[in-house]
């Protein structure tokens, strides 16, 4: 099925959000409040478009097609009127999203499905304000939307079946994998990751390994591991029986801070934060910068014609 399918934020996220739905076939029209931040979503577009014709993920043919399918607007309460699906990526901010949802439930035609992009606020927060609460879920990208193709449905105890798998259905025709998780904090790739980082960061501070050390554990071990087999065929492949055993003993060393690190906070007040600061777990140049991330997104677009 091809749908009208609205995209309301063209910052960051939303143009990404915009070239993965038009992908899969659906008109898609992409509404900011301001003309320039459109102007420049629209260039984004057209970059990443050549980026993956460039590497072969698509034919010229195929990302002309999809560029025409994409529309701009600044015209929120129109693109309501003949949408059958609006994802939203405004700021997180719980009454910025208040206002979109309640737009678009007054305006929208009464089977479209609202979704949001949000990062962490409790899709039930945002659905509240909707009458139409069974066709109200979130739909979490990561960043860069059309590179990544995990994809996290949201649902809450209102969403209905129909809401989650014509959502889920959209999203397999643009090529994505989603994954289904019921309204809880993290959702479910970052509860993962924040457990291991939980961790990782523990065992730092404690002073007992280094940071290189943990990404050399994670690039060479279980990451190529991981990307072939997840981590419960991995579990069957080494066998229960082990796992069982050693999680007895081990689980009880194991890192149970429920709070934020002090030492990621001293990290914080000495402004090191990373990539964007030039320093953070590892001093980056402009240099250094540039080649990290043009290897990382060659690599993602590598991935993704290798799966098809
Ligand atoms: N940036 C990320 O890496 C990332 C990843 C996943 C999810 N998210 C989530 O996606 C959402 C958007 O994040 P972002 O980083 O793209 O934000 P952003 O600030 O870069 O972009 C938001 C855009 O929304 C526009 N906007 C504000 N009010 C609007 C309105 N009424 N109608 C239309 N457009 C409006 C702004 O002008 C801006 O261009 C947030 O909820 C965020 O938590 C962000």
């Known amino acids: 099925m091809c749908a009208n399918v609205v995209v309301v934020g063209a910052g960051t996220m939303g143009p990404g959000i915009a070239q993965v739905y038009a992908t899969g076939g659906n008109k898609v029209t992409l509404t900011d ?30 990302a002309d097609s999809i560029f025409a399918r994409i529309t701009y607007s600044l015209d929120n309460e129109s693109a309501a009127k003949t949408c059958d699906f609006m994802i939203e990526a405004v700021p997180e901010k719980l009454d910025i999203k ?43 990208f990561y960043n860069p939307a059309q590179l990544n193709r995990l994809v996290e449905i949201i649902r809450t105890n209102d969403t209905s079946d129909a809401t989650v798998e014509t959502s889920k259905q959209m999203l397999i025709k643009c090529g994505k994998k989603p994954v289904i998780i019921a309204d809880i904090p993290g959702f479910l790739h970052n509860r993962l990751i924040y457990a291991l980082l939980r961790e990782a960061v523990s065992l730092v501070e404690q002073g007992l390994t280094t940071v290189e050390d943990i990404d050399t554990v994670v690039r060479e071990a279980f990451g190529p591991r991981f990307s072939v ?47 964007k600061t030039g320093k953070g777990f590892y001093v980056w140049s402009e240099e250094e910068k540039k080649k990290i991330l043009t290897e990382l997104s060659a690599r993602m677009l590598q991935l993704l014609k290798e799966k098809g």
């Open 33 to 62: 409040i301001k003309e320039d931040i459109l102007q420049q979503a629209k260039e984004k577009i057209k970059t990443s478009l050549a980026n993956f014709v460039q590497h072969g993920v698509l034919s010229q043919n195929e």
């Open 98 to 140: 208040h206002q979109i949802f309640t737009l678009y439930d007054k305006y929208a035609p009464e089977h479209a499905i609202l979704a949001s992009n949000t990062s962490g606020i409790p899709i039930r927060e945002i659905a509240r304000v909707t009458g139409r609460r069974s066709n109200v879920l979130g739909i979490h």
């Open 229 to 275: 087999l997840g981590l419960f065929k991995l579990v069957d492949i080494v066998g229960i029986d082990i796992y069982y055993s050693v999680s007895s003993y081990l689980n009880k060393e194991l890192s149970n801070a429920n709070t934020a690190s002090q030492w990621i906070k001293s990290k914080i007040d000495n402004n090191e934060l990373g990539i």
